[in-house]
């Protein structure tokens, strides 16, 4: 079938920089899909981003659909036609609704299945022009974009991200005749906003890139940024440095350049007494520069993507110098200003800034962090007095002028500013601390002060939250509930800290809480917790089973729940897995049908008749004083590859002993040795919940 080459461009408006890029790729999805649904085949699809433009071009599209074949069934043929040979009113109505003579109607034949013997009609369905279908195909993956608040402008009706300004649409050489957002295609775009200010004509969707091209226009979203990343780090060694380039600034930095030229400027050496991380702020936040470090320094540099290539870039530099100086002086001065009082003096601050409605101050919160996180360094063996001064300081760099004007800096000026004031070490790193882990592969704290601090941070949160009916919904999670959860039990598990949470919720809700919280929080705040590790190893590739059989136990304590979890899902990799689970399920419910937990567990070894069932007591009974203290020991894993061991001599028993035996004594001695066998499975997991 014949193809041609297809493009599409939407001129707009600068787009937002920072969704550019998926709004493209949303746009180049939906057009695909459209084509997919109308069966329409192709080759490549090129995706182009650019501040204000987005376009898709997709190589070898069909001209038109394939024509189809179909085949449409009515009343079977022997009420087709009276006793006088005339169509009765079932057939009449059939060829009337399918558009056709009754001369065309046919009989079904055998291969029709349970078709056969009915009325048929075949036709074939002529395939439509692509040109016919591509306006509504791009005007459908348009109006799907994730685009969260749509505008208008003018006195239009029409509504998107941004104005629109130019419609390029292209099948071949030809215009496609389409009308989308109130403009009209054609094959005129436009070129660079000031080197090529004027109109473009693309000649076809091929010469689409090399036209604009020659307008200072570079389409490609991937080109501009892999040049981008060239030009900085060559500019960083260029300064004897090397500049830091982090995804998202680059990302939003190619969304803001359509011909992108990067130049490097300094500032005053003097402003380096400045933590370099607010001077990093303002600079990559505010101006989107990239700094530059050497020897793990920060350089008096910085380097801008100018969206222009000047003939006089050192003018270009000096307005850039100019602007970014002001800047860096304002955080001069906050961290001048700051200093002058201690970072404990501002706590009374905190008295008027609410925390949440009804849970008091941000002082109130970091009151009973004090109290909460003393207890938990109590259980760490933690020294207290250094997590309650912590506590005292942890939020006050809140209300100082650096985190006023740089609110990513929070927890980090805290530490400067506890240092300056020789706060202990542990005391000035719980500032920062009491915020890690951040987001999901973060570093957990280092000191155990910052540790108490930031569990107790998390669970006061938690604990007050819950406690007023504030739980995360769907995809609505306003305090990140869902991060903090995470937090606490990553904070647990991977430093090895063994506290139940049970004794951890009944610390943080026996807090001095302005109101009382609901009565059911500890339980609704425990199922939710306990819910956040199982999306936590589905993350390590551990099967939902694997936590569930552990999960059934009831167990609260997070590092004994992990331990438990990891030897599972080693035991269930054992060749012996599959049998033993099975044999535990079946346990499972030949106990259950006689009685369960009122089934002594006590085996008279005199009432043993088959060889297979002394076999197993044997077994069982000598396991049971070498498992004992593998279990003790939290040994799960060890224990497991003990029991796997089993295998053999419990398939002998089922396979060979009647358990429901006539004798009654019989039946519940064995039923006794089965108690046993359960027994020595479930004091670390329910196997019998794990799938073949």
């Known amino acids: 079938m014949a193809t041609q080459d297809f493009l599409v461009e939407l001129g707009t408006e600068e787009l937002p920089p920072m969704a550019l890029k998926s709004l493209s790729e949303a746009f180049a999805d939906g057009i695909v899909n459209g084509l997919n649904d109308a069966s329409l085949t192709t080759d490549k699809v090129t995706i182009f981003a650019a501040p204000r433009r987005m376009a898709v071009r997709i190589t070898g599209l069909a001209e038109q659909q394939a024509d189809q074949q179909e085949t449409l069934y009515g009343p079977p043929a022997k009420i087709a036609y009276d006793a006088d040979g005339n169509l009765t009113k079932a057939a009449a109505g059939f060829a009337a609704r399918a558009g056709v003579d009754a001369s065309e109607l046919q009989t079904a034949p055998e291969s029709a299945g349970k078709n056969a013997g009915k009325l048929m009609i075949q036709r ?264 309650e001064r912590a506590a005292r300081l942890c939020k006050n760099d809140l209300v100082s002028n650096m985190v006023f004007e740089f609110t990513d800096l929070q927890g980090l000026a805290g530490k400067y500013y506890a240092e300056h004031d020789g706060e202990h070490a542990d005391v000035a790193a719980a500032m920062i601390e009491q915020y890690m882990p951040a987001f999901a592969g973060d570093a957990l704290p280092d000191t155990a002060t910052g540790t108490a601090i930031a569990l107790a941070d998390r669970l006061d949160s938690l604990a007050g939250l819950f406690g007023i009916g504030q739980l995360p919904t769907g995809s609505k999670d306003p305090f990140a509930l869902r991060r903090a959860s995470l937090g606490v039990l990553r904070i647990l598990v991977e430093k090895k800290i063994n506290i139940d949470l049970s004794d951890l919720l009944d610390w943080a809700l026996d807090n001095d809480w302005p109101i009382e919280l609901q009565a059911d929080t500890k339980a609704a705040l425990t199922e939710y917790l306990l819910d956040r590790f199982s999306a936590w190893y589905q993350d390590a590739h551990i099967p939902a089973d694997v936590f569930l059989s552990v999960r059934a136990l009831g167990i609260t304590q997070p590092l004994d729940i992990d331990r438990r979890v990891k030897a599972v899902h080693a035991f269930s990799q054992l060749e012996s897995a599959a049998a033993l689970a099975a044999a535990n399920k079946r346990v499972s419910n030949i106990l259950a049908k006689n009685g369960g937990d009122t089934i002594t567990a006590e085996v008279n070894a005199e009432l043993l008749q088959e060889v297979q069932e002394k076999a197993l007591f044997e077994e069982v009974t000598a396991l049971a004083d070498l498992v004992g203290p593998v279990i003790k020991r939290g040994d799960y894993e060890g224990a497991l590859t003990v029991l796997s061991t089993l295998r053999d001599v419990v398939d002998n028993f089922f396979d060979n002993v009647m358990v429901m035996a006539d004798d009654e004594a019989i039946k519940n001695n064995r039923l006794a040795l089965l108690k046993q066998l359960r027994a020595m499975f479930i004091a670390i997991a329910d196997i019998s919940l794990l799938q073949g």
């Open 124 to 387: 074939t369905i002529k395939g439509k022009q692509t040109v016919e279908l591509l306006p509504a195909i791009v005007q459908t993956s348009l109006d799907k974009l994730p685009i969260p608040k749509r505008m208008r402008w003018g006195d239009s009706r029409v509504e998107f991200v941004r104005p629109v300004q130019w419609l390029v649409m292209l099948f071949g050489n030809a215009v496609v005749d389409a009308e989308i957002l109130g403009l009209q295609a054609g094959n005129t775009s436009m070129g660079h906003r000031f080197h090529a200010p004027g109109e473009v004509s693309i000649n076809s969707p091929a010469e689409y890139e090399e036209t604009l091209r020659a307008a200072y226009v570079m389409a490609s979203f991937a080109e501009r940024s892999e040049l981008i990343a060239k030009q900085v780090k060559a500019a960083g060694e260029k300064l004897g440095g090397e500049a830091v380039i982090s995804d998202d600034l680059l990302e939003e930095v190619t969304a803001l350049n359509e011909w992108p030229v990067a130049l490097a400027g300094s500032f005053d050496e003097s402003f380096l007494t400045v933590p370099a991380e607010a001077l990093v702020s303002s600079m990559k936040e505010h101006q989107k520069y990239f700094h530059v470090m050497k020897d793990g320094q920060l350089l008096n540099n910085f380097i801008t993507v100018a969206n222009i290539e000047s003939k006089d870039p050192a003018q270009v530099i000096s307005g850039n110098e100019r602007v970014i100086r002001p800047r860096l002086a304002d955080a001069k001065f906050f961290w001048d200003t700051d200093r002058k009082q201690p970072l404990a003096s501002r706590f009374d601050k905190l008295e008027n800034v609410v925390w949440v409605n009804s849970l008091g101050s941000i002082a109130d919160k970091a009151r009973r962090i004090s109290t909460l996180g003393q207890k938990i360094a109590s259980a760490m063996n933690a020294d207290t007095a250094l997590v």
